[in-house]
């Protein structure tokens, strides 16, 4: 299966900032999705982007697949947006998501 | 939210029992999975379902076996638990015909075996 790297390990922000969060896989994927864990454990659906550009609110993502990265952009960053976020992707010849270890963020107010 | 129901949402048992944790869903999805989550290791596949009584192996498969006998369950079993299985355990689900749709994400079982 792909492997899965994701910086920073962990990200400490002052409320109000913006960051970039960062995933790159060793091979290409046709599926790729952004998770966000929050303090209680749940794993929240952010955005499905195997390719191009999405944004949501605050958040917004970039994959570009030829180069076989994505980035995740969260900007004016809320205490709530604290906890762990994930990239996981599928290969084209492999039936398993890899997930990345996460990147830790922490958000103080 | 996806309608994705895990049970037990916790369980403390001892090291050599049979444990079966369930998964249900109510999207009429047709894959669903298992994984586990460890510190320091993200989330690893154990086992996935492409339809009714499909299944293969995933990344961390030793040790689980798994049945799907109804679209809307899935069930992930530890024969002879082991101290080593205590993790956190999810179950996701997705739609789709090529198992290229996003997954969605049941809240978790934390399961600890001593």
């Known amino acids: 299966g792909i492997q899965v790297e994701q910086s920073p390990p962990d990200l400490i922000l002052q409320e109000g900032a913006n960051s970039t969060l960062r995933c790159n896989f060793s091979d290409s994927v046709n599926n790729l999705q952004w998770f966000h864990q929050n303090p209680w454990g749940q794993l929240i659906n952010l955005f499905y982007i195997p390719s191009g550009t999405k944004q949501n609110g605050r958040l917004s993502a970039t994959t570009v697949a030829t180069e076989r990265y994505s980035l995740l952009y969260i900007s004016s960053s809320q205490t709530t947006d604290s906890g762990v976020y994930f990239c996981?992707?599928?290969?084209?010849?492999?039936?398993?998501?890899?997930f990345g270890a996460g990147t830790r963020l922490t958000v103080k107010p | 939210d996806a309608g994705i129901t895990q049970s037990p949402r916790h369980k403390v048992t001892e090291t050599g029992t049979p444990v079966t944790l369930r998964c249900h869903q109510t999207?009429?999805?047709?894959?669903m999975y298992w994984y586990r989550q460890d510190p320091g290791h993200g989330l690893r596949l154990i086992h996935y379902s492409y339809g009714v009584k499909d299944t293969d192996k995933g990344e961390v498969s030793d040790g689980y076996s798994v049945s799907r006998s109804k679209t809307e369950d899935f069930l992930l079993t530890l024969e002879s638990a082991t101290s080593s299985q205590t993790s956190v355990y999810f179950c996701?689900?997705?739609?789709?015909?090529?198992?290229?749709?996003?997954?969605?994400f049941g809240d978790g079982t934390r399961l600890s075996i001593l």
């Open positions: 996701a689900i997705s739609g789709g015909t090529g198992g290229n749709q996003p997954q969605h």
């Open positions: 999207e009429n999805h047709r894959y």
């Open positions: 996981a992707g599928r290969g084209y010849n492999n039936n398993d998501m890899r």
